[in-house]
C-alpha cells in the first residue's frame, strides 16, 4: 500500500528545527519503500525561504498567516487540524519537541487518530507502522503497531539522521488559505533569553556534568573541584537545576543547552532521552552511574558503575599528580 | 483562584523493571511507585499561585500504585481537597482513557486552571493533560516553567520552555490547562510525621472513574530493555585504579594537559 505521509514543520528563530530534516529524511526512504509521497506543513509568517529548504518533500505545503508570525499552540492546533483533514496522509511525523508536545495528542483527539509519542524508529510493514518508542526513561522500549489510518508519531530528535533531509533540489511549494484564527484564546508575547553573564557552556570542550546521583548541594563542591583541574566547567541535567543547585545557562538537555564538547562527563546521569538530546554528539563521553543499568551507558564510551563521591575525588588527585612538575 | 492539579503515581525508575510474561507490559508484581516528578512540580506552582492569590487548590488522581499517599502528601503541603477516582487500573491506564475519565470528572465544575506535568515517563500515547484540554474546549500550552496570574484580567502570562534555554512568552487567557515542566521553586518537603497526622484529620474524596476505556487505537506487541549497541567500555576496579585508567583516556584524547 502507499504511505503518503506529511511532516509538521517546526522553526525558531528564522531557523527550521534539524528535526524537521530527520523526520523527512526518515518520511521519504518509508515513501519511497511504498510508492507513496511526502508533505511537510511549514507554519508561518513570511517563511518562504524556509519552504525553499524542504526541497525532498514530494510538495511543501506553506500555510502563511500574521497570525502564525511566532509559534503559538492553538493557531498551529487549529491549522494543523484543517490541512490534515484535507489532506488525510496514511501517517503524521510531528517533533517530540516543546513545539510538538503542545499540538500531537491534542491533534489525535480532534481527528479521532491514535498517536504514539517518544520514537526512535519507524518502519511500514504489510501496511502498518510500526514504532519504537523509547519509555520509563530510556530503561525499555515499547513496540506499537499502528494501522495507516492518519496516526500521528511523535519523533524524538536525534533519531534519524539528519542529513538524509537536506538536499539540493527545488521545492515544491503550495500554498494553503489559513482560516478562522481570529479569535485566539492565547497570545504569544515575547522570546526571552538567557541573560549572558555566565559562562557559554556550547563553547565549553570540557564539560563535567552531574545529575540526580549528586544527592545534595554540598557535593557540588567536589565536582567543581575537578572541573577546575581539568580546565572544563560543571552542568548539570534538568533535576539539578530544578533543586536550583546551578542556574539554568548551565542545564544540558531538550529545554537546556545542545553541547559538543570534546570529553562530556556525565556524573549520577541515568540517560533520560530529554537529557541524551542535548549531549550525545560530544566527542568522548564518560558516564559514572551506581545503576548499571543506566541508559547513559548505552551512549557513553567508557563507563564505571561506582558512588561518584569515591570516583570524582579520585580522579580529581590523579589529575592534579599528572599536573605536578616531577 | 481555583486550582485543579491532575497528579499520577509512576513506576520508580530507581528500581529494576522488568517485562511481564505476556511481554507487552511491565511486571507489575515487585513495581514500586512514586508520584510522576512533573505532577509534583505542578502542584508547588499551583501551592504558589494559592498563596499569591487565595483561592483553592484540589487535587484528582486515579486509584493507581500509592495514590493515598500522594493525595494525603498534597493535602499536608497545603492542598484543600483531595479526590482520587477509583476504578480497575491494575493494569496501568492509556492517557486517552485518563483523559476521558478526568473529563467526566471536571466537565461543569468550577475553576480558574488546571495544572499537570508536562508528560509522564509511561505516557506512551502522549500527555493526558493537553488531551483533556482539547475535551473541555480549553486553551494549552505545556513545558511551562513559570506563571503569573493577572485575576483582574482574566488571564496567565506563562513562560514556555524552548531548546537552547530560550524561554517564549505567552498571554492565556483563563481558564486554562498548563502543562508544567517545573515550578518556579523546587517542590516543598513536608516531614512524613506531617502527612501521618493529615492522614488523621482529612480524607480524601473517592468517586468511581468514569469515561470510555479507550482501547486498541494502539496495539503494543512487545516491551523490551534496550540492547547496549555501542555499548561503553566498562572501567573496572578500585576507585584510584580507575582513576588512573580515566587519566589515560583522557590524555589519549588531549584533554586536561
Redesign the interface.
Given at each position: 500500500m502507499h504511505a503518503n505521509i506529511l511532516v509538521i514543520a517546526e522553526h525558531?528563530k528564522g531557523r527550521l528545527?534539524g528535526i524537521v530534516f530527520e523526520m523527512l529524511g526518515k518520511a521519504h526512504a518509508l515513501a519511497t519503500e511504498t510508492g507513496g509521497g511526502v508533505e511537510v506543513l511549514l507554519m508561518g509568517h513570511g517563511v518562504r525561504a524556509l519552504a525553499e529548504e524542504l526541497g525532498l518533500a514530494s510538495r511543501v505545503l506553506l500555510c502563511d498567516h500574521p497570525a502564525l508570525a511566532?509559534?503559538?499552540?492553538?493557531a498551529c492546533l487549529d491549522v494543523a487540524e484543517q490541512v490534515i483533514a484535507r489532506r488525510a496522509p496514511d501517517l503524521v511525523l510531528i517533533a517530540s519537541?516543546?513545539?510538538g508536545?503542545?499540538i500531537?495528542?491534542?491533534l489525535?483527539?480532534?481527528l479521532g487518530?491514535?498517536?504514539?509519542?517518544?520514537c526512535r524508529d519507524l518502519r511500514i510493514t504489510a501496511g502498518r507502522a510500526?514504532v519504537t518508542?523509547?519509555?520509563?526513561?530510556?530503561?525499555?522500549?515499547?513496540?506499537?503497531?499502528?494501522d495507516l489510518r492518519g496516526a500521528i508519531v511523535?519523533v524524538l530528535p536525534g533519531a534519524f539522521p539528519e542529513d538524509a533531509g537536506r538536499i539540493a533540489r527545488e521545492a515544491v511549494i503550495e500554498a494553503l488559505p489559513v482560516e478562522g484564527l481570529d479569535a485566539p484564546?492565547?497570545?504569544?508575547?515575547?522570546?526571552?533569553?538567557?541573560s549572558g553573564t555566565d559562562i557559554d557552556i556550547t563553547q565549553t570542550?570540557?564539560l563535567i556534568a552531574v545529575g540526580r546521583g549528586i544527592q545534595n548541594r554540598e557535593n557540588i563542591a567536589m565536582v567543581e573541584e575537578l572541573a577546575a583541574?581539568?580546565?572544563g566547567a560543571v552542568c548539570a541535567s534538568?533535576?539539578v537545576v530544578?533543586?536550583?543547585w546551578l542556574p539554568?545557562?548551565r542545564?544540558i538537555g531538550?529545554?537546556?543547552?545542545?553541547v559538543k564538547p570534546?570529553?562530556y562527563m556525565a556524573l549520577g546521569i541515568?540517560g533520560a532521552p530529554e537529557h541524551v538530546e542535548g549531549m550525545k554528539d560530544a566527542?568522548?563521553?564518560?558516564?559514572v552511574n551506581t545503576?548499571a543499568?543506566a541508559?547513559i551507558?548505552?551512549?557513553?564510551?567508557?563507563?564505571?558503575?561506582?558512588d561518584i563521591a569515591?570516583?570524582v575525588?579520585?580522579?580529581t588527585?590523579?589529575?592534579r599528580n599528572?599536573h605536578a612538575p616531577a | 483562584m481555583n486550582i485543579v492539579v491532575l497528579m499520577k503515581q509512576v513506576p520508580d525508575l530507581v528500581e529494576e523493571l522488568e517485562v511481564d510474561a505476556g511481554g507487552t507490559l511491565l511486571d507489575r508484581a515487585w513495581l514500586r511507585f512514586i508520584t510522576s516528578e512533573y505532577d509534583d512540580h505542578a502542584l508547588e506552582q499551583a501551592l504558589l499561585l494559592k498563596e499569591q492569590h487565595g483561592g483553592t487548590v484540589r487535587v484528582l488522581a486515579l486509584d493507581m500504585g500509592e495514590a493515598d499517599e500522594m493525595l494525603f502528601t498534597a493535602l499536608a503541603k497545603g492542598a484543600d481537597s483531595a479526590v482520587k477516582l477509583s476504578g480497575d487500573f491494575a493494569t496501568g491506564i492509556d492517557s486517552h482513557s485518563a483523559a476521558g475519565i478526568y473529563r467526566h470528572a471536571l466537565e461543569g465544575a468550577s475553576f480558574d486552571l488546571i495544572l499537570t506535568g508536562v508528560q509522564a515517563i509511561d505516557d506512551l500515547d502522549g500527555p493526558a493533560g493537553a488531551m483533556l484540554a482539547t475535551h473541555l474546549g480549553l486553551p494549552y500550552i505545556g513545558v511551562v516553567s513559570g506563571i503569573d496570574v493577572d485575576t483582574a484580567n482574566g488571564e496567565a502570562h506563562v513562560r514556555k520552555e524552548y531548546p537552547g534555554g530560550l524561554l517564549a512568552e505567552f498571554t492565556v487567557d483563563l481558564p486554562a490547562v498548563i502543562g508544567i515542566q517545573a515550578a518556579m521553586q523546587p517542590p516543598r518537603y513536608v516531614p512524613i510525621s506531617r502527612i501521618r497526622q493529615t492522614m488523621k484529620t482529612a480524607s480524601i474524596d473517592e468517586t468511581a472513574a468514569q469515561g470510555e476505556r479507550i482501547a486498541g487505537a494502539i496495539s503494543v506487541e512487545r516491551m523490551y530493555k534496550p540492547e547496549r549497541a555501542g555499548s561503553a567500555t566498562m572501567l573496572e576496579g578500585s576507585a584510584d585504579s580507575i582513576a588512573e585508567r580515566l587519566l589515560d583516556i583522557l590524555t589519549e584524547h588531549g584533554i586536561g594537559r
Open positions: 525558531l528545527s511566532a509559534y503559538t499552540p492553538q519537541s516543546s513545539m508536545l503542545d500531537a495528542a491534542p489525535s483527539v480532534r487518530v491514535p498517536h504514539v509519542s517518544s510500526i518508542s523509547q519509555m520509563y526513561g530510556g530503561k525499555m522500549l515499547v513496540e506499537s503497531h499502528l511523535s484564546h492565547m497570545r504569544f508575547t515575547r522570546l526571552i533569553e538567557q570542550p570540557v583541574i581539568a580546565q534538568r533535576p530544578d533543586q536550583g539554568m545557562t542545564q531538550r529545554s537546556g543547552m545542545i570534546k570529553l541515568s566527542e568522548l563521553i564518560v558516564a545503576d543499568q541508559p551507558f548505552g551512549i557513553a564510551h567508557y563507563g564505571v558503575v561506582a569515591d570516583v575525588p579520585a580522579l588527585e590523579a589529575l599528572a | -
